[in-house]
Structures are given as C-alpha cells and as structure tokens.
C-alpha cells in the first residue's frame, strides 16, 4: 500500500466503483488531466494494482439465485490432495470461490447455483465426489446483507 500515493488510491476507489467509467470523466473526478490519468491507470495496470475488469452480473438474472457456503473438510491433508481438491474445484463454474484456512476444516467454498434442487445435485454430484472430501456442511445464504468486491482504500 505504501507505494500508492494519494491520487492512485483516488483513482482507484473511482475505478472499482465504476470500471467503465471514460478517461475523461476519471480524470475530471480525479482532478487530473488525461493525459495523466492515462498513464497513471496504465502504471497501476503493469504494477499489478489493477488485475482486470468485469462486469457484475444480478445473479436471479441469470439462474444462479442461491448463494452457498460451504465448509469442507479433507480425509487427508498432504500436498496431493490439496493440488487434487484445487484442480477439481477450479473446473466447477458453480463455485465463485474457494479458500484453504486454519480451523476446524479445511476449506471454505462461495458458490451459486439456482436453487436447492439445483445445490443438491451440485453436492452429490460434483463436490463429495472430489478427491479427498470426507465431510461438508452448507450454509444456504438467506439474505445477502452486504455483498461488495470494492477494497477501502
């Protein structure tokens, strides 16, 4: 974080809120010119600040209502079967995320399917048949109180 100055964090909190924002208005908000702008959005592209752009989507839109949560725990924890669990999980489209943590199991799983008939298949017929998966527990999201991929900057 020490390497971004005031203005690189200015023009990023305008960018997360609105990556398709032009240069011109970015740098009206910004108080630059363009010119600067430009090569400051480019600066922070090739340090690796900015990874990319996308457009966010309204899940009930597109068929994916239901968030999930879920806990998984492994029958072994070895190199192996975390590159094995990894590459299987990168191949499902209905997780959105999927993190190895410290406690009492051993990853945790962000998904959305359409509803729980669709979880359900999800479940028997894709996760527990991962290599290594002994265990889960589900959450079944009822209210998404905050949901956000902007970073405080």
């Known amino acids: 974080m020490s390497a ?6 200015r ?8 990556g398709r924002i032009t240069n011109a208005e970015l740098a009206k908000r910004c108080n630059l010119s363009p010119a600067a702008t430009f090569d400051r959005v480019r600066r922070l592209r090739e340090r690796g600040f900015i990874t990319g ?22 029958d072994r924890t070895t190199g192996e079967v975390f590159e094995d669990f990894a590459a299987a999980v990168r191949r499902a489209p209905e997780v959105l995320e999927c993190h190895m943590v410290a406690g009492g199991f051993d990853y945790l799983i962000k998904a959305r399917v359409r509803d729980m008939d669709a979880y359900r298949s999800f479940l028997g017929d894709i996760l527990v048949k991962m290599p290594g998966v002994r265990e889960t527990r589900t959450y079944a999201v009822l209210e998404e109180v905050k949901s956000t991929v902007q970073l405080p900057l």
């Open 53 to 74: 752009y996308a457009a966010l989507l309204d899940p009930a839109k597109v068929d994916r209502a239901l968030l999930i949560f879920v806990e998984v725990v492994l």
């Open 4 to 9: 971004l100055d005031d203005t690189d964090r």
């Open 11 to 18: 023009l990023l909190r305008v960018l997360q809120a609105d």
